[in-house]
């Protein structure tokens, strides 16, 4: 069945260093891939989305490449604040209907 | 435009109670997507409608639970005879179509149920 994986947290980082968060996936077919944020007390917000092979999805410094020869879609950003601290869900839609299948969900904490 | 609206936000039951969480969807969406996020785990699909119309139910657990999307109102997930084991943070999406895997969902701020 379809599924998706992420690296394990919690991770640290200090502010204004470079951050990977690991995402792979098992689909039938051209999956939709996602990646959400989830802020303490709050739900998920869309953070960037590629629905194709190769497309980039970005925003807001974040940054994620849809591979299909190696069925990932690894988060990246080039400097990371305070205020990106939060729980970050990859995760994928591949059937009609658009169900999202999340990974476990990787706790980012950044400190000053 | 007002987001997805949840409530209540927190919600306390004893065990043997029935538990009553509301969704509003985003105004012009007609999809429904309901998860449940348990402690220390990721979000896992409950269920998909459109207005009175269960699309998709395969991650509904067998008993107890029931979910419904009127012609008019809230979607409603119900919950009898809560256990302490459905003490979980259950979120409420909505998008504008459902067929075509590439359409957003958008996230309302969930309701934490707690089980006594």
């Known amino acids: 069945g379809n599924s998706v994986t992420q690296m394990e947290g919690p991770v640290t980082l200090s502010e204004e260093a470079f951050l990977t968060i690991n995402c792979t996936y098992t689909a039938t077919g051209y999956p939709s891939l996602f990646w959400y944020v989830q802020y303490p007390g709050e739900g998920l917000q869309l953070l960037l989305k590629?629905?194709?092979?190769?497309d980039k999805g970005s925003n807001k410094g974040f940054e994620a490449t849809y591979r299909k020869e190696t069925t990932s879609f690894h988060l990246e950003k080039g400097s990371v604040q305070v205020s990106d601290s939060a729980v970050y869900f990859c995760?994928?839609?591949?059937?009609?209907?658009?169900?999202?299948?999340f990974g476990q969900g990787t706790e980012l904490s950044v400190k000053p | 435009n007002a987001g997805v609206m949840q409530n209540p936000r927190h919600l306390v039951r004893r065990r043997g109670q029935e538990a009553r969480l509301r969704c509003s969807p985003m105004k012009g969406h007609s999809h429904v997507y309901w998860y449940r996020q348990l402690p220390e785990e990721g979000l896992k699909f409950m269920v998909y409608?459109?207005?009175?119309?269960?699309?998709?139910e395969s991650g509904m657990p067998k008993e107890r639970f029931s979910a419904e999307f009127p012609k008019e109102g809230p979607s409603i997930l119900r919950i009898q005879q809560v256990v302490r084991g459905d003490s979980a943070a259950y979120f409420c999406a909505s998008s504008p179509r459902g067929s075509g895997h590439s359409y957003e969902q958008y996230f309302g701020p969930g309701t934490r149920l707690t089980v006594t």
């Open positions: 590629a629905t194709k092979a190769d």
């Open positions: 409608l459109q207005k009175e119309n269960i699309i998709d």
């Open positions: 995760a994928l839609s591949a059937n009609q209907g658009g169900k999202l299948i």
